[in-house]
């Protein structure tokens, strides 16, 4: 797992930090366009409509960008909760189907799973970069133990039952690769800059047609807020762990739950 500080999205993986950032930058490039750049003011009210229509072009392109980085962000969420469900489903299948095996070696496919479940509701609720490499650790040798569990009286026994067994088990150890998979899937670099390069652009030409600097400098907050909250949610969205909008593992608490009870 990456540390953090190493990560070149650090600024999209914190929401907050980014809201407070584009909004000052927004707002300073409408600042810039309203106060300095007299000639090009002089020409926009020459050629007013047409200015019109470039601002109107750029603003509807820009919330066409937020749209689009929206659904991504929503469509990495819902991928991420249905993985989060599917784990709990593959877990709980390989535990009812460790019935298959001799009753020593399904005592000890059961611990482990309980071991192994704990560690899976730590990956989504642990916050703390260091505790997440331990679980980290502790999941990849915990999944080693369980296939070895399997694969013993597997092997010395070959029937379609001990396949059911460790096919069972086979979609334990995907499953937490594909959720793995979907939590570093995340908007691309590429996309946060060329959505805020056309907000900079949008919110400069907002500050050039500003007709009255006195009026219209507490209307330049408008569009620099908005955008700065609609990028802020979907930074959010987009974090499966610094956002406030995370992934819960109620599926896999639940499941904790029910087998203990058990």
């Known amino acids: 797992m990456p540390a953090l500080a190493d990560d070149p999205l650090l600024v999209f993986r ?3 930090l ?15 366009g309203a106060s300095a750049f007299k000639r090009l ?27 689009f980085a929206f659904s991504m962000a929503i469509g990495r969420y819902d991928l991420r909760k249905n993985y989060e469900e599917g784990e709990a489903n593959a877990i709980g299948t390989a535990y009812v189907r460790a ?9 000890k496919v059961r611990t482990l799973l309980l071991s192994y479940l704990d560690q899976r509701v730590l990956f989504y ?3 703390d970069e260091q505790k997440l490499r331990q679980v980290d650790a502790a999941t990849t040798k915990l999944q080693a133990e369980l296939w070895s569990a399997v694969a013993a009286p597997a092997l010395a026994q070959p029937s379609p039952l001990m396949a059911l067994v460790v096919n069972g088990m086979n979609d334990v150890l995907n499953s937490q690769g594909y959720t793995l998979a979907a939590w570093r899937n995340r908007i691309p670099l590429a996309a946060w800059a060329l959505m805020m ?16 600097k006195r009026v219209g400098s507490g209307l330049l907050l408008v569009l620099p807020f908005v955008v ?3 990028f802020f949610l979907i930074a959010d969205i987009d974090s499966p762990r610094r956002g406030v909008i995370r992934v819960v593992p109620q599926n896999l608490l639940g499941l904790a739950q029910a087998l203990r009870a058990q």
């Open 14 to 16: 914190m929401p907050w």
């Open 18 to 32: 980014l809201l407070a950032g584009s909004f000052v930058t927004l707002w300073l490039s409408a600042s810039v």
């Open 41 to 67: 003011r002089a020409q926009v009210g020459e050629a007013r409509e047409d200015f019109i229509v470039i601002q109107g072009a750029t603003l509807t392109l820009l919330g066409l960008l937020i749209g």
């Open 99 to 107: 019935d298959l095996i001799p009753a020593a070696d399904a005592a």
């Open 125 to 127: 609720t642990e916050q």
């Open 197 to 212: 390069t056309i907000a900079i652009c949008a919110t400069f030409l907002i500050g050039v047609g500003t007709k009255n």
């Open 228 to 230: 700065s909250v609609a």
